[in-house]
């Protein structure tokens, strides 16, 4: 589905990612996990487009596509979905115009009819009690005043309306209550299916407590240094990065 | 006296003027013209706004004299029909008489001045001013009895005769709002002529004790025209003001509001947006005079500026020396959505007294790269995530306008002449 070959990136001068690939499958999760500044936000960021790094070598495929040709909206169109970091407050933009002019933008591009208010109002409706969101949620502006826990939720909600065939949740465990990392776990575990895959950016093994990944990448200096399955994470938990990076010198 | 403006034309025009019933009106304001200056860049309150395009119109209207015109009402005007409000039009000095009789069944008074008994009151100070008086048709004067609480806004409408050749109109609405009354009023601006044209519009206001009046300019012209606007706000104690102006058409728009705190108590909020593009410039002045104390000003501005657009904002509150527990802010906020967009923005405080309240901020910036990214992110195209976050900012406006009928109204002008400006 997703295919990442010898990636090399870098904003203004400083090479963030060096030589870096990974193949993910569909059907699968895999987490990247890794010290600051490895180069994983950078990763998430460039498959979903982002115009501030300059891969200078390399290549993504997904699909077969090519996908440096494609816009950032054309690739969540095709099915590409980013959980952010820090997902964007925009004061005043109501959550569900946003919410409906981005389902209905993929539906036209999958041609599709577009969803009418009705239509789109039952299915955001069905998705914010399966994730135990407040119904509130729909009428604030995006983000707007939301808490770090309720951002994240957000990022999770959208995700389930919009139904990618590729999530890449970039540190969406990240300055969250046990509770609310709960209610993101069951989210990102009802969406996965043997047609989609997922990719969890994280620093912490937690997370991978209630998403069990089909693989685990350790990724350090801009390139993946160590795979394994779940019992990777595990041992990371032990030893930490600093021996990671040690082995690769 | 006004170097530009040709005295002994402009005192031959006024003559000529059918409502004789004004004419000691007409003598002091070409009295008071004859004394005054008309404004200039050189004058720090019009640096940035240059006018000297009127005078050429004003010359073609002394040559060619305004002409009487029957009466030609017709409610085809759009704005009348998508807001629901007591819809009251003036056709060169004609009125709808419908409407008058409605709103003096829930006791409001509209008429001509030429037909009022008491035809004194007209603000006559600068030399705008004095123009107007001495030009107008007639103006057009509404009191609002004691008590009233209107059901529906008051929409006041001056039409031009699309087949008049006049260049120039000058508009005049004395507003007097009776002591504990609440009244909505929409003030329209929002003819086209597809031709260079000169309005120029004086708005008085006198609100009465507990009195509450909202405020709506809506200005829609189109880019051949010139709108200047002089609107004096008096307030009573414990009055209470909310302006909202909407600028969105006019290749020259000047707008200087001023409100006096005469009495304690009172409130004003004065609110705006201005949506300028190529080869306009909308300028707004606003003073707040809080000559007495425990009174409360607040200004909000929201701008976006493309194409060689240019904008000025410059919100001034003056606090009296016994103006003590005055509360004063002015903000301006700005979206510059070209390379060639120009703002010229000032808040400003001039204090003579201690235990104020007073704040100020102006911000001029683009769009915020990291939300257009997230938008995008989410399947949305780039161009329709500029429009959303454009009017996102702009619309936030509306929840200052206590007038539910014409927020439809004013979101349609503003979506509309945003997708001009991002195309």
């Known amino acids: 589905?997703?295919?990442?070959?010898?990636?090399?990136?870098?904003?203004?001068?400083?090479?963030?990612?060096?030589?870096?690939s990974l193949a993910v499958k569909k059907g699968e999760v895999h987490a990247i996990?890794?010290?600051?500044?490895?180069?994983?936000?950078?990763?998430?960021?460039?498959?979903?487009?982002?115009?501030?790094?300059?891969?200078?070598?390399?290549?993504?495929?997904?699909?077969?596509?090519?996908?440096?040709?494609?816009?950032?909206?054309?690739?969540?169109?095709?099915?590409?979905f980013l959980g952010f970091q820090y997902p964007v407050e925009i004061p005043g933009l109501n959550n569900t115009q946003f919410l409906k002019a981005a389902l209905n933008a993929k539906r036209k591009h999958l041609g599709m009819e577009e969803m009418d208010a009705f239509e789109f109002l039952k299915i955001a409706r069905d998705a914010i009690k399966k994730l135990e969101i407040d119904p509130s949620f729909l009428n604030r502006g995006v983000n707007e005043g939301f808490s770090g826990g309720e951002k994240k939720r957000n990022e999770i909600l959208q995700m389930t309306i919009l139904e990618p065939s590729i999530a890449i949740l970039d540190e969406t465990d990240s300055g969250l209550d046990i509770d609310a990392l709960k209610v993101v776990a069951k989210g990102v575990n009802e969406f996965r299916n043997p047609n989609n895959a997922v990719i969890l950016v994280t620093h912490y093994q937690r997370l991978l407590e209630y998403i069990e990944p089909d693989k685990v990448h350790v990724l350090s200096e801009g390139k993946i240094v160590r795979s394994g399955d779940k019992s990777l994470a595990i041992e990371l938990e032990k030893t930490g990065y600093a021996q990671e990076k040690?082995?690769?010198k | 006296m006004s170097a530009q403006i040709n005295f002994e034309l402009l005192s031959l025009a006024a003559k000529k003027l059918i409502q004789g019933e004004l004419s000691d009106t007409r003598v002091n304001a070409l009295s008071n013209f004859k004394d005054s200056e008309m404004p200039s860049t050189k004058n720090e309150e019009w640096q940035y706004t240059d006018i000297s395009n009127i005078y050429a119109l004003c010359e073609k209207l002394f040559h060619e004299p305004p002409k009487e015109i029957k009466s030609l009402i017709n409610k085809e005007?759009?704005?009348?029909?998508?807001?629901?409000?007591?819809?009251?039009?003036?056709?060169n000095g004609t009125i709808d008489i419908m409407e008058t009789k409605r709103l003096q069944k829930i006791g409001v008074h509209v008429s001509l001045l030429s037909n009022n008994l008491d035809k004194t009151g007209v603000l006559i100070d600068d030399s705008l001013c004095s123009l107007n008086a001495a030009l107008m048709h007639d103006a057009i004067k509404i009191t609002v009895s004691s008590g009233v609480e209107s059901d529906k806004p008051i929409g006041?409408?001056?039409?031009?005769?699309?087949?008049?050749?006049?260049?120039?109109s000058n508009f005049r609405c004395i507003i007097e709002v009776k002591d504990n009354a609440t009244v909505s009023i929409i003030h329209a601006h929002t003819e086209k002529i597809q031709a260079p044209h000169f309005t120029n519009s004086v708005v008085q206001m006198d609100v009465g004790e507990n009195s509450h009046i909202e405020f709506l300019r809506l200005q829609d012209f189109s880019v051949h025209q010139t709108l200047i606007e002089k609107s004096v706000a008096n307030l009573g104690c414990n009055a209470n003001l909310n302006y909202t102006s909407v600028d969105i058409g006019a290749q020259l728009m000047r707008a200087d509001i001023v409100v006096n705190f005469n009495e304690k108590h009172a409130n004003a909020n004065i609110n705006g947006v201005y949506i300028a593009g190529d080869n306009q410039h909308i300028?707004?002045?606003?003073?707040?005079?809080?000559?007495?104390?425990?009174?409360?000003?607040?200004?909000?501005?929201y701008g976006v500026i493309g194409?060689?657009?240019?904008?000025?904002?410059n919100g001034k509150a003056l606090i009296c020396e016994a103006a003590i527990n005055s509360n004063a802010n002015q903000f301006n906020h700005n979206l510059l959505i070209s390379e060639n967009a120009e703002i010229n923005t000032k808040p400003e405080l001039e204090i003579y007294t201690d235990d104020v309240a007073c704040s100020h901020g102006t911000t001029v910036g683009q769009l915020d790269e990291n939300a257009l990214f997230y938008m995008q992110s989410r399947g949305?195209?780039?161009?329709?995530?500029?429009?959303?976050?454009?009017?996102?900012?702009?619309?936030?406006?509306?929840?200052?306008?206590?007038?539910?009928?014409?927020?439809?109204?004013?979101?349609?002008?503003?979506?509309?002449?945003l997708r001009v400006l991002t195309q």
């Open chain 2, 283 to 301: 300028d707004n002045h606003i003073l707040a005079n809080h000559f007495i104390g425990s009174s409360k000003s607040s200004q909000n501005f």
């Open chain 2, 156 to 168: 006041i409408l001056f039409e031009n005769d699309k087949n008049l050749n006049n260049y120039v």
């Open chain 1, 33 to 80: 996990m890794g010290p600051n500044g490895s180069g994983k936000s950078t990763l998430a960021r460039i498959i979903a487009g982002h115009d501030g790094y300059e891969v200078t070598d390399g290549e993504i495929t997904y699909n077969n596509k090519n996908l440096m040709d494609l816009s950032p909206e054309e690739r969540s169109r095709e099915g590409i």
């Open chain 2, 77 to 91: 005007n759009a704005i009348a029909n998508e807001i629901d409000a007591y819809w009251v039009i003036i056709k």
């Open chain 1, 1 to 20: 589905m997703l295919e990442i070959k010898n990636l090399h990136a870098k904003v203004a001068q400083t090479t963030i990612l060096n030589g870096l």
């Open chain 1, 246 to 248: 040690d082995s690769e």
């Open chain 2, 307 to 313: 194409g060689n657009g240019r904008c000025v904002f």
């Open chain 2, 380 to 417: 949305i195209d780039e161009v329709v995530a500029q429009q959303l976050l454009t009017k996102t900012f702009i619309t936030r406006i509306l929840n200052e306008v206590n007038i539910p009928s014409a927020k439809g109204f004013i979101e349609n002008l503003i979506t509309d002449k």
